[in-house]
């Protein structure tokens, strides 16, 4: 038995039982379907957002239901569940996307844009890397200007990649240059829409796993966009996005953590039931230190990261702290699932076992949205252990 979670009330567990419904009934079936498809279909999307799913973070008066982080902490947890896939592209708009778009937006573009996303009608996705500039984004090369002949007017010349819904997101948060500045000051942020000319999309990229999330490049040729399109404050871009990774970075780390239990209990059904040597494979001893190993990293991670979850709900949670809760999920999910793979023996890696697909599904959690190397940069660096150029 582990702990007992201490984080949510009656309210959470009814809206997990929704959201497990969600999982259960609309995604698990569609799963092979969508892997074909290596997208996840539009009218899911809409299902999501008749659900009240995606609209979580979002004021009632734009159509959503503004609730603590608990929230957003529970659907992504119930879609880890199917798969990481499921969490990636639809925590990026709920989660990831939500702020951008209702802290740095106008009025006039609330109104615009967020009965939309809550509904799933837009579906959103954020550009950040490029295919020179991941890890190190104030290196980003796409740029932004003012046209001389129309001073309200901008013009976005550059290129994105491995940007998660990109194939067919609505609405993509670009992050451009718009001023020459080596520390990244000169970074704006922009709404670049579906249907902008000179915006187009590149070829879907094959990944390793998370075959049902689309992750694509996007091209931009003179798109021109007004003042209208552009979210936060000119040149302050980088600030922004640097506002907002502990709140992705905490996504990602309840994702991690999710996916890994989930791995770990279907595992631990497989190892009771499946015989060798006359016996279930769980009883040998190796097979029952390993599983009490696992089981162990699980509820040590599991306890920072809802501890990390409550920090943020009440808006204390650190950059550090998230970077910390980041960098070591993806590590123990990589190690669980690895070892989840081994105890189900040759079984582990086929495909039409789930703990192949979260074997794949698993290892770009320590690459991206800041590799493990960028979180232990950041922890060292608050260590009081900056690099001395000499
Ligand atoms: C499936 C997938 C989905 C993604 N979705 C999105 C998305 O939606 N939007 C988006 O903007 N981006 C997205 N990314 C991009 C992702 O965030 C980057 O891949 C990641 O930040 C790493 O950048 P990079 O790939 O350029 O690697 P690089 O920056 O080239 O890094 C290569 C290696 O060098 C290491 N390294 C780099 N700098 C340092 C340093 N200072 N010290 C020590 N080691 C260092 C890295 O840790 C890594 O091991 C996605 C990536 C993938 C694979």
């Given at each position: 038995?582990?702990l007992?979670?201490?984080?949510?009330d009656?309210?959470?567990?009814?809206?997990?039982?929704?959201?497990?419904?969600?999982?259960?009934?609309?995604?698990?079936?569609?799963?092979?379907?969508?892997?074909?498809?290596?997208r996840?279909?539009?009218?899911?999307w809409t299902?999501?957002?008749?659900?009240?799913?995606?609209?979580?973070?979002v004021?009632?008066q734009?159509?959503g239901?503004?609730?603590?982080?608990?929230?957003?902490?529970?659907?992504?947890?119930?879609?880890?569940?199917?798969?990481?896939?499921?969490?990636s592209?639809?925590?990026?708009?709920a989660?990831?996307?939500?702020?951008?778009l209702?802290?740095?937006?106008?009025?006039?573009?609330k109104?615009?844009?967020?009965?939309?996303?809550?509904?799933?009608?837009?579906?959103?996705?954020?550009?950040m890397?490029?295919?020179?500039?991941?890890?190190?984004l104030?290196?980003?090369?796409?740029?932004?200007?003012?046209?001389p002949?129309?001073?309200d007017?901008?013009?976005i010349?550059?290129?994105?990649?491995?940007?998660?819904?990109?194939?067919?997101?609505?609405l993509?948060?670009?992050?451009?240059?718009?001023?020459?500045?080596?520390?990244?000051?000169?970074?704006?942020?922009?709404?670049?829409?579906?249907?902008m000319?000179?915006?187009?999309?590149g070829?879907?990229?094959?990944?390793?796993?998370?075959?049902?999330?689309d992750?694509?490049?996007?091209?931009?040729?003179?798109v021109?966009?007004t003042?209208?399109?552009?979210?936060?404050?000119?040149?302050?871009?980088?600030h922004?996005?640097m506002e907002?990774?502990?709140?992705?970075r905490?996504?990602?780390?309840?994702?991690?953590?999710?996916?890994?239990?989930?791995?770990f209990a279907?595992?631990?059904?497989?190892?009771?039931?499946?015989?060798?040597f006359?016996?279930?494979?769980?009883?040998?001893?190796?097979?029952?230190?390993?599983a009490?190993?696992?089981?162990?990293?699980?509820d040590?991670?599991?306890?920072?990261?809802?501890?990390?979850?409550?920090?943020?709900?009440?808006?204390t949670?650190?950059?550090?702290?998230a970077?910390k809760?980041?960098?070591?999920s993806?590590?123990v999910?990589?190690?669980?699932i690895?070892?989840?793979?081994?105890?189900?023996?040759g079984?582990?890696?086929?495909?039409?076992?789930?703990?192949?697909?979260?074997?794949?599904?698993?290892?770009?959690?320590?690459?991206?949205?800041?590799?493990?190397?960028?979180?232990?940069?950041?922890?060292?660096?608050?260590?009081g252990?900056?690099e001395?150029?000499?």
């Amino acid at each position: 038995m582990s702990l007992p979670r201490t984080l949510f009330d009656d309210d959470h567990k009814l809206f997990r039982e929704s959201a497990a419904a969600f999982v259960d009934r609309k995604i698990v079936p569609r799963r092979e379907e969508m892997r074909e498809a290596r997208r996840i279909p539009k009218d899911l999307w809409t299902t999501a957002g008749e659900g009240g799913f995606l609209g979580v973070a979002v004021p009632e008066q734009y159509g959503g239901s503004d609730v603590d982080f608990r929230y957003n902490t529970i659907f992504n947890e119930e879609l880890s569940r199917a798969g990481m896939a499921f969490s990636s592209s639809f925590t990026i708009h709920a989660d990831v996307c939500a702020p951008y778009l209702t802290r740095l937006t106008t009025e006039e573009q609330k109104q615009r844009w967020l009965p939309r996303f809550c509904s799933g009608a837009m579906v959103t996705a954020i550009g950040m890397t490029e295919p020179e500039a991941g890890s190190d984004l104030q290196g980003l090369k796409t740029t932004a200007r003012r046209d001389p002949a129309h001073p309200d007017e901008w013009l976005i010349n550059g290129s994105k990649t491995f940007i998660t819904n990109g194939a067919h997101a609505d609405l993509v948060i670009v992050a451009a240059r718009t001023a020459t500045d080596p520390k990244g000051r000169g970074i704006s942020l922009f709404a670049v829409e579906e249907g902008m000319e000179g915006f187009s999309r590149g070829r879907k990229l094959h990944k390793v796993g998370q075959h049902e999330a689309d992750t694509a490049e996007l091209f931009f040729e003179n798109v021109r966009v007004t003042d209208d399109q552009l979210i936060g404050e000119v040149d302050r871009g980088f600030h922004h996005m640097m506002e907002h990774l502990a709140q992705e970075r905490l996504g990602s780390a309840i994702s991690n953590t999710a996916h890994a239990q989930h791995a770990f209990a279907i595992t631990l059904d497989y190892i009771k039931s499946r015989k060798a040597f006359g016996r279930p494979v769980g009883t040998f001893q190796n097979s029952r230190f390993l599983a009490a190993d696992l089981q162990t990293r699980l509820d040590v991670t599991q306890a920072f990261v809802d501890q990390c979850v409550a920090a943020h709900a009440d808006g204390t949670l650190s950059a550090v702290d998230a970077a910390k809760a980041k960098w070591w999920s993806a590590e123990v999910q990589n190690v669980v699932i690895d070892a989840c793979v081994q105890l189900h023996g040759g079984y582990g890696y086929m495909e039409e076992y789930e703990v192949a697909h979260a074997w794949m599904d698993a290892r770009v959690t320590k690459i991206w949205a800041g590799s493990n190397e960028i979180m232990k940069e950041i922890i060292g660096r608050d260590l009081g252990l900056a690099e001395v150029r000499g």
